[in-house]
């Protein structure tokens, strides 16, 4: 991907966390880091921190779930 590439992406998972994080329902960070594949350029990444040992794989499904959902909904607010 080239840099405009991954600038969309990073709107898109900072869109993202914070639609998720405002719906209430799950959370997911994010952060940013550079990786070497891409040199320089910061990439926002997401990351769930799972450690509550109650937590089982319908718990993984319902946040996944979750995402997918939003993400149709902030793709179609960022890119149309």
Excluded: C, M, W
Excluded at 20 to 25: L, N, S, V
Excluded at 32 to 56: C, F, H, K, M, W
């Amino acid at each position: 991907l080239d840099e405009a590439a991954n600038a969309q992406i990073n709107d898109f998972n900072v869109a993202l966390q914070k639609a998720q994080r405002a719906e209430g329902h799950s959370f997911v960070s994010r952060t940013q880091r550079a990786v070497s594949r891409y040199g320089a350029q910061q990439l926002t990444l997401l990351r769930a921190v799972l450690l509550n040992p109650l937590i089982e794989e319908r718990h993984i499904r319902d946040l996944l779930d979750d995402q997918l959902r939003l993400g149709s909904l902030v793709a179609s607010q960022l890119f149309g």
